[in-house]
């Protein structure tokens, strides 16, 4: 049963019809219900089931017990470094407070340009996955301190309000680590929970707070590529801004989180275009997956420029370039693929690359999310770039590849050429798909399409995650599947599906490439209902989402921006969803958890 308070600032939040609805399931943006009893672990166990933890984080689906990690992260991250990142997003949110004012004052976009730059690669740094190295992130929280500090004299220059409180006061430039690491003890999520005194707000604080981390992934790619919007930035410090504040206002959470889903909607639309422009419109294309004879080097991770740089330099050293994980769709890019020496992809998704990477007879680079912490068996072969780091491991700055090229040419590389070489398709990106929706109706209203799925999402460790290979093993011969994001790793390797195609003759796996191009999936769906005469949630389309971290909690408010009903999601609960936030997002969307694969294929063909 909803709280009181819940239901009375769901009635009275002042939005249009049309966006009324979402407001009242914001509070859900990151639900991913679970097999385990609803609300089991939730929102107690930041006070009262965890007594002094060495660290507390729960940001992603993996999280201990599904309650916090709270000695060592299942990701591999240190107590150091978490409490680390607790005072970096507490700096961020103390930065986003002087950004908003100097906006207020007057301050142009080419003067926001440095805190803008650093907020996006602060916090894609605490994402999951992406930074175990504590001096990294501690480099984040001085360079945030002078950029604040720079902030601050132009709000004043400006004759502007400066903001009040604590958090905005904040200055730990004269703290050492020892020192930083004492203060963010009194910032972690129980404190700050503790401070707030009020569980359904603090819900939506994190829901906001990881929905904008993936925001601003999203966005830093999107930087890497010379596109941003001052709007945009404006946007992502207003949220920082409101989750700095302990104040127990629900209805301003309400609206401060369905705001991170406008804002990354805005996002992955620039980032789609910025794709396009640089590296060509994605088209349907082959992928060998399969090696072939030469030095090598691997690449790993979702940034496309980091690709095309590392292509240019090696281009005419007699190395050979293979992507691993979420870089396969590069693939599908002519200006990626134009590169003769782009031989092929290799491995799976994140998840293995200990197995992988240490295979792998050559060096390997990681781009963004997701890296693990090494073996020794490969570690001296790792290269982090941008916002990645792991403490050991070598850092490449300003894209000079060089030594990596020197150590692959050194190192054995791949004896010889498999043969008969194996192929994978990828490439149906929207524009690909679009020119295809008449074919598409057609094959649905003649029977040769029983229902479209879209399977995707992120990909992780645990059993539970089978149930996305069995789901698509096990739906009928004539359904269609769309999938994007790392989670298509566990079908696109079947052998029950490899080269399978519907009546009409059309592929049944469209792949439409990365995470980073969930845009297409909406824009296909859109066009499709708008062709149909339809709303999305009359379309023959069922959605089963597998999620883990913060990229996909944002992409998730997005699509429910779109009004989506009857989302599966699995294939756990995040920790930090308090009942009553849940209920709002199970009674107006009617999200589902993942269930028993033959009972959830029956309800699916059957439109619910």
């Not at 919007?229 to 609206?255: N, P, R, T």
């Not at 290269?383 to 300003?398: C, D, L, Q, R, T």
Request: glycine share 8%.
């Amino acid at each position: 049963m909803l709280s009181r308070a819940l239901k009375q600032v769901l009635s009275r939040t002042s939005l249009p019809a049309s966006r009324k609805a979402i407001a009242c399931n914001v509070g859900g943006i990151s639900v991913l219900p679970s097999r385990l009893p609803t609300g089991r672990n939730m929102s107690k166990a930041a006070n009262s089931t965890i007594s002094n933890p060495t660290m507390f984080c729960r940001q992603c689906e993996q999280t201990q017990d599904h309650i916090a990690c709270r000695a060592v992260g299942i990701c591999g991250k240190s107590p150091e470094t978490s409490t680390m990142q607790d005072v970096l997003m507490h700096t961020v949110k103390s930065l986003s407070l002087w950004a908003v004012a100097a906006r207020e004052a007057g301050a142009s976009a080419d003067e926001m340009k440095k805190a803008n730059s650093w907020t996006l690669s602060s916090v894609f740094s605490t994402l999951t996955n992406v930074n175990f190295d504590e001096s990294r992130i501690e480099e984040y929280v001085k360079e945030g301190m002078a950029i604040k500090r720079d902030l601050e004299e132009m709000v004043r220059a400006k004759g502007g309000i400066a903001p009040d409180g604590d958090v905005a006061r904040l200055d730990l430039s004269k703290m050492g680590t020892d020192e930083l690491e004492d203060f963010g003890y009194t910032v972690s999520i129980p404190e700050l929970q503790k401070a707030m005194g009020n569980d359904d707000c603090f819900s939506l604080v994190e829901i906001a707070t990881y929905g904008a981390k993936g925001a601003c992934a999203y966005a830093a790619h999107c930087r890497q590529l010379g596109y941003m919007e001052e709007d945009v930035m404006s946007g992502i410090h207003h949220v920082f801004a409101k989750v700095a504040s302990s104040d127990q206002d629900m209805e301003g959470l309400l609206v401060n989180a369905l705001h991170v889903g406008e804002l990354n909607g805005k996002i992955l639309e620039m980032l789609d275009t910025a794709h396009a422009a640089s590296f060509g419109a994605p088209e349907p294309s082959k992928v060998k997956v399969t090696a072939t004879a030469g030095k090598c080097i691997l690449i790993s991770g979702h940034d496309l420029l980091d690709l095309e740089k590392l292509l240019k330099q090696t281009e005419g050293t007699g190395v050979n370039v293979y992507t691993h994980g979420e870089m396969l769709p590069a693939h599908s890019y002519p200006g990626l693929k134009k590169y003769h020496h782009l031989v092929g992809n290799y491995g799976t998704a994140w998840q293995n690359q200990k197995f992988e990477f240490a295979l792998f007879p050559g060096p390997v680079v990681v781009t963004t999310n997701c890296i693990l912490e090494p073996r020794r068996k490969y570690k001296d072969r790792l290269y982090s770039v941008n916002e990645v780091g792991v403490a050991g491991v070598k850092h490449i700055k300003n894209g000079d590849y060089s030594e990596v090229i020197e150590q692959a040419q050194s190192c054995k590389g791949f004896p010889r050429t498999i043969e008969p070489a194996e192929y994978l398709t990828v490439g149906f990106n929207h524009r690909a798909v679009l020119p295809l929706a008449g074919e598409v109706i057609n094959a649905v209203q003649n029977g040769h399409i029983s229902r479209i799925f879209l399977i995707g999402g992120c990909d992780g460790s645990q059993f539970d995650r089978n149930y996305f290979t069995e789901l698509a093993e096990e739906l009928p011969d004539d359904t269609l599947i769309l999938t994007l994001g790392c989670a298509k790793n566990r079908f696109i390797h079947s052998e029950r599906l490899l080269g399978q195609t519907l009546a009409n003759g059309m592929p049944r796996i469209l792949d439409m490439g990365q995470c980073n191009d969930s845009y297409s999936a909406i824009v296909v769906a859109s066009e499709l209902a708008k062709a149909l005469n339809c709303t999305v949630n009359d379309l023959p389309l069922s959605l089963c989402l597998s999620h883990l971290e913060q990229k996909a909690a944002a992409v998730l408010l997005t699509l429910l921006q779109m009004g989506l009903k009857n989302i599966r999601l699995g294939p756990s609960l995040p920790a930090y969803i308090t009942p009553n936030v849940l209920d709002v997002l199970v009674q107006n969307y009617n999200i589902m958890p993942t269930g028993d694969v033959q009972g959830d294929i029956k309800m699916m063909m059957e439109g619910k």
